[in-house]
């Protein structure tokens, strides 16, 4: 029984220790690419905090909007509140 346990380990252990070369290698290029992307998000997240957000109304009562004339008009009132 210990002599199959530890074929077992070490053949999980070589097929791991085998495949760390091809990970390493391949992982400088899509950090370089990566870094680009990130600062656009950077760039992008100071963007919108610098703008002000509106008060989210999710709790407040939106029935007076059922009191539109139209569907469209009942739509954009109540899509305040969501």
Do not use: G
């Amino acid at each position: 029984m210990k002599q199959i346990l530890f074929s077992l380990i070490s053949l999980i252990a070589a097929t791991a220790w085998a495949q760390a070369p091809a990970k390493e290698a391949a992982k400088p290029e899509p950090a370089k690419e990566a870094a680009k992307p990130e600062a656009a998000k950077a760039e992008s997240a100071k963007q919108a905090a610098a703008t002000p957000r509106k008060p989210r109304r999710w709790h407040e009562d939106a029935r007076h909007c059922l009191e539109l004339p139209s569907n469209t008009e009942v739509i954009k009132c109540a899509e305040e509140y969501l």
